[in-house]
């Protein structure tokens, strides 16, 4: 058996419907107070600190993607070289 539900509702009406609450307020004031404390140079809160581990994740990640196309790239080559 198949059973399809389609819902034609918007976010804030799904979200009332299954009884969830609001957050909006909540992550708008999180975010307010983190871009203040951020103009301000709080302790901890330096754009460069916030960023450093998405920036070493990244740069980590573009490493890996280069090793990943050497290691294919020699392999293709030694594959060519083989039926030669």
Known sequence: MKVTVE???TPEELRAFLGL???APLQKE??????RRIR??????EALTL?????QSGI???DAMQKMFWQAFTQSAS??????
Do not use: C, F
Not at 30 to 35: N, V
Not at 40 to 45: P, V
Not at 51 to 55: D, E, H, K
């Open 7 to 9: 819902l034609d509702a």
């Open 40 to 45: 301000e140079g709080q302790q901890g809160y």
């Open 21 to 23: 609450p609001d957050v």
């Open 30 to 35: 999180m975010m307010d107070d983190l871009a």
């Open 79 to 84: 594959d060519a070289d083989k039926k030669k």
């Open 51 to 55: 960023m450093q581990p998405m920036l």
């Open 60 to 62: 980590a990640n573009m």
